[in-house]
């Protein structure tokens, strides 16, 4: 019976997960019930104001910081950002370019190089053994 309804509910966490908002910004009323599929879906088609306004100002979660600032969830930690950052300190960051960031840009400037790179070979190889056979 439980295995029924978690499929039509989801609980306030995997909510704000999905929708890219930090939990505890969410107004009580979100935090403390749970959240439908029609309901979910609803908040991504109309956002209320607050879903809205934390989308554009934050608090946002960790996931969001990293790709604003273009970074990993791992670089924002190296960085020594452990906590939701508003839109207001990510531009900032922005702004000072600390050298974590920089160093933690680059890195991931790489790792994007090397995932394209890796992607090329593999259909380079494909095609290359569809051509042998």
Not at 93 to 113: F, I, N
Not at 115 to 131: P, S, Y
Request: aromatic share 4%; net charge positive.
């Amino acid at each position: 019976m439980k295995s029924q309804q978690s499929t039509q509910t989801m609980k306030p966490a995997t909510a704000a997960k999905k929708l890219g908002v930090y939990l505890p910004a969410t107004p009580a009323s979100f935090q403390e019930g749970v959240v439908s599929r029609a309901e979910f879906a609803e908040l991504q088609a109309d956002p209320p104001e607050w879903l809205r306004e934390l989308r554009d100002n934050g608090p946002h979660p960790r996931p969001v910081v990293a790709a604003k600032l273009g970074v990993s969830i791992a670089g924002l930690a190296r960085g020594g950002v452990t906590e939701a950052l508003t839109t207001e300190q990510i531009e900032a960051l922005k702004q000072e370019r600390p050298e974590w960031l920089e160093k933690e840009r680059a890195t991931q400037a790489e790792v994007r190089k090397e995932t394209v790179r890796l992607k090329n070979l593999k259909k380079e190889k494909e095609a290359g053994g569809a051509d042998r056979g």
